[in-house]
């Protein structure tokens, strides 16, 4: 479950979360109670976020920009679905992934994003947006020059600006997503001590592998 309380219906005031309660959820439901949206996701990221109006206003204000014509959609969807993936969000990179099918994808392009440098699928742009990506999630924003040359033969600095404000806002998305526990985050740390074997004690591993210097 969320690490955050999840806010019922009967405790929402808020017009705009209410509007998405119903939108998203149905007006009869209560989606802090009664689970699920049409793309199988539990629905816990808007009844968390719900805890803060001007948070959730915030937030959604955000989603308006899917709006601008400007970017190709597509484009769009490519870098927030790498930033989902390389942040480790499988909730991000899940909701982009059928986003990109909904929008036309090939299956290729799709299946490749995790390992896209070694995928020959992508376009010339396609290819500088994916490394412009790393550059912003794992990179924390360095990005070579040679990426920007690429990207300014394709794309109006507008259309760069917006890609780049899109896709950190996704990564942010993504972060508060693990962090909170969110949706398909919603996980336990994999990495964990493995036991030793019954008996084991308190060996001392470092002498065994260390032997007597031969």
């Known amino acids: 479950m969320p690490r955050l ?6 405790e929402v005031t808020d017009e705009k979360i209410l509007y998405y309660y119903d939108r998203l959820f149905a007006p009869d439901r209560d989606p802090a109670v009664d689970h699920g949206t049409a793309t199988g996701s539990p629905g816990d990221w808007w009844t968390v976020f719900a805890q803060s109006p001007e948070v959730f ?16 959609p597509v484009l769009r969807e490519l870098g927030q679905c790498r930033a ?20 036309g994808v090939a299956e290729e392009k799709i299946a490749a994003i995790p390992h896209w440098p070694t995928a020959d699928c992508y376009s010339e742009v396609e290819r500088a947006l994916l490394a412009y990506t790393d550059g912003l999630v794992l990179d924390g924003g ?16 507008e259309e760069i600006l917006l890609f780049t404000y899109i ?6 998305h993504a972060t508060m997503s693990r962090a909170l526990r969110l949706e398909f985050d919603n996980r336990d740390e994999p990495v ?23």
């Open 5 to 10: 309380r999840e806010v019922p219906r009967a």
């Open 57 to 72: 206003r915030h937030a959604v204000r955000g989603f308006a920009l899917y709006r601008n014509a400007k970017l190709d």
């Open 84 to 103: 989902g993936w390389a942040r480790g969000s499988t909730f991000v990179f899940s909701q982009h992934c059928k986003q990109m099918r909904a929008l």
């Open 142 to 157: 360095r990005v070579h020059d040679g990426v920007f040359e690429v990207l300014h033969k394709h794309l109006s600095d």
């Open 167 to 172: 896709t950190c806002m996704y990564d942010m």
């Open 192 to 214: 964990q001590e493995v036991a030793a074997p019954e008996g084991y004690g308190n060996r001392d591993i470092a002498d065994d592998l260390a032997g007597d210097g031969r």
